[in-house]
T-cell receptor
Framework: DQQVKQNSPSLSVQEGRISILNCDYTNSMFDYFLWYKKYPAEGPTFLISISSIKDKNEDGRFTVFLNKSAKHLSLHIVPSQPGDSAVYFC??????????FGTGTRLQVFP | SQTIHQWPATLVQPVGSPLSLECTVE??????LYWYRQAAGRGLQLLFY??????ISSEVPQNLSASRPQDRQFILSSKKLLLSDSGFYLC??????????FGSGTRLTVV
C-alpha cells in the first residue's frame, strides 16, 4: 500500500531550464507536505514545505504547488543549476509524529 | 544548535551476525527519534519511531529492533542479519511538528 508515489524515477534537465518534480498521494488526511533533497551517501535535508490550506509556496528558485482535489504535489526549480542534481523526496504528513516518504526522483541538471 | 550523530558511516557484516547502529542527538531534550531505511530502488521507509525513553513503535515487521535507553540515544539492532537487511539506514529527529532532520546515514552491506 503505497500512499505516496513519485512516478518519475529520474529526470534530466538542462541548466537554466525549469525542473518539475511530481508527487501523487492517496490519503486525503495529509495536511502538510514537505520536500527533501538528498545527495549520495548523505542524509536528506529539508528543502521546502506547504500546508494544505495553501496551494502555492515559494522560496527563491523553489516553488511547491498543491492540488488537493487531485491529490497532487509538484516542485518547480527555476532556473535549474548543476548543484540541484540530487534525489528529491516528497513527504506528506498527517500528524506531527511521522512523515511518509515517496520513492524519490533523481534529478540531473546538465550544462 | 541541535546536531545528530550517527555511526558507523559504513558497515559490512556477514549473514547471521548481529547489528548495532547508534544515533545520538545533541542540543535538545525529549526529541522524537526515527529510524528510516533506504533500500536500493526504493524510497525512505520508516522502520521505528520513539516519542520517549523506552517507547518504541514499529512500522513494519522485520528482522530488526530498536531501543531508546536514554532520552537522546536511539539504537537499531538485529540478532542475526539477513541479506535483505542491506541498505542505507538513517536516523532522524524532530521536536515539534512534522519537520524532521536526518543524520548522515549508515551504509550497511550484508554479505
Amino acid at each position: 500500500d503505497q500512499q505516496v508515489k513519485q512516478n518519475s524515477p529520474s529526470l534530466s534537465v538542462q541548466e537554466g531550464r525549469i525542473s518539475i518534480l511530481n508527487c501523487d498521494y492517496t490519503n486525503s488526511m495529509f495536511d502538510y507536505f514537505l520536500w527533501y533533497k538528498k545527495y549520495p551517501a548523505e542524509g536528506p535535508t529539508f528543502l521546502i514545505s506547504i500546508s494544505s490550506i495553501k496551494d502555492k509556496n515559494e522560496d527563491g528558485r523553489f516553488t511547491v504547488f498543491l492540488n488537493k482535489s487531485a491529490k497532487h504535489l509538484s516542485l518547480h526549480i527555476v532556473p535549474s543549476q548543476p548543484g540541484d542534481s540530487a534525489v528529491y523526496f516528497c513527504a506528506p504528513s498527517y500528524n506531527t509524529d511521522k512523515l511518509i516518504f515517496g520513492t524519490g526522483t533523481r534529478l540531473q541538471v546538465f550544462p | 544548535s541541535q546536531t545528530i550523530h550517527q555511526w558507523p558511516a559504513t558497515l559490512v557484516q556477514p549473514v547471521g551476525s548481529p547489528l548495532s547502529l547508534e544515533c545520538t542527538v545533541e542540543g535538545t531534550s525529549n526529541p522524537n527519534l526515527y529510524w528510516y531505511r533506504q533500500a536500493a530502488g526504493r524510497g525512505l521507509q520508516l522502520l521505528f519511531y520513539s516519542v520517549g525513553i523506552g517507547q518504541i513503535s514499529s512500522e513494519v515487521p522485520q528482522n530488526l529492533s530498536a531501543s531508546r535507553p536514554q532520552d537522546r540515544q536511539f539504537i537499531l539492532s538485529s540478532k542475526k542479519l539477513l541479506l535483505s537487511d542491506s541498505g542505507f539506514y538513517l536516523c532522524a529527529w524532530s521536536r515539534q511538528g512534522p519537520l524532521i532532520a536526518f543524520g548522515s546515514g549508515t551504509r550497511l552491506t550484508v554479505v
